[in-house]
């Protein structure tokens, strides 16, 4: 079997790579190990997919070097994936600013990008494993299920790590390294963090409770809710900072974001002196969190016998509360695995290595992670759209 291309990879940034490689009149094959294309897609957004956010930019996203993902960001817009998804008349909404999600099912974004890759003559088939893949005059050569398969190029879009039950693997990073990159540490990211010990003790019960909060760790600051899980701390705020946070880095949190926390409590001792602090306290925040913050961390009074300087202590306190996360939920629950296949060794137009002629990375598989909210899917569109054009 002779192809130009060979995408290993039949989720978001592999379909678009084939559709825009096709329609170039490329011949391709799409292989993919899992028994359906788009898997995760079919999962996003509860099932809606959040397939882009049109508020992106080069700041949304993580890397190494954060000038990579410009060139390919910048030459495929949220708006050349929207029109694709208007060609096909799939309706969708605005969630919240910018984040687009579909009204009915994700199911119609993969029927979307299977029918585009049949019309540009694009092959996908799934249930397909790739075994080895080597270099060869004029190409690749590649052991599959299918038999053996000959291609001039071949894209790497295995993605990360995340929801191996969908069928992730560390496969795409083997063959980096096979050809001489390096990979940068992989970890989970956009996932919940988990308490432990004392630390989860004092959330006890509290478990399905949510607030907005502002989470602020290694220089990156979310406002958005926060849910209090069995197991820890998880909801968008959460999501977004875990990108953010390893072992050892500090995870703070406004619970009040947005208001004098020193203000309100004075103004409640003045409205309610005889009322202690955890009932104006819960006119702040929720009840089940108001007084168990009284219970273990703040001394429960009559508001009157808080001097101004203990209010606005607890004020400072409450809009930048400390917490001691034990770990993440890991790759079982992530939506996106931070690190990779290391950009410096890619070419940020075209997505070709700069070790190997003719093998490409695209998607979660490299070095580039975006924010929650569409981002993610934004970078596979704009990454095969760059590599499809290159190949
Ligand atoms: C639960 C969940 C919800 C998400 N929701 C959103 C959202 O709403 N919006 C958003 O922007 N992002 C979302 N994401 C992130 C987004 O899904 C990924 O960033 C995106 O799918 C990455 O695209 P990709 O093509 O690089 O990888 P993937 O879409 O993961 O595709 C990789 C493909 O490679 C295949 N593969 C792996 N190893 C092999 C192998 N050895 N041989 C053959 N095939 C192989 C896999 O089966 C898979 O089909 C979500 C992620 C998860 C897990």
Sequence with gaps: M?????????????LMTAIVAGRRGRRVLVLDHANKAGK???MSGGGRCNFTNTNTTPANFLSANPHFCKSALARYTPWDFIAMVDRHRI???EKSPGQLFCDESSKLIVRMLLAEGADAGARVETGVAVHRLRAVDGGFAVETALGAVRAASVVVATGGLSIPSLGATGFGYEIARQFGHTVLPVRAGLVPLTLSGKHQARFEGLSGLSLPVEARAGGASFRDAMLVTHRGLSGPAILQVSSYWEPGVDLHLDLLPGLDAAAALRQGRAERPAAELKTVLAG?????????LCEVWLPNRPMRQFRDAELSDMGARLADWPVTASGTEGYRTAEVTLGG???????????MSRRQPGLFFVGEVLDVTGHLGGYNFQWAWASGNAAGQAV
């Design 2 to 14: 002779e192809y130009d291309v060979l995408v290993i990879g039949a989720g978001a940034a592999g």
């Design 40 to 42: 995760k897609i079919l």
């Design 91 to 93: 309706a969708w909404h």
């Design 284 to 292: 702040l925040l929720p009840r089940r969190l108001a007084e168990r």
């Design 341 to 351: 296949v290391d950009t410096d060794e890619v070419s940020s137009s075209t997505l």
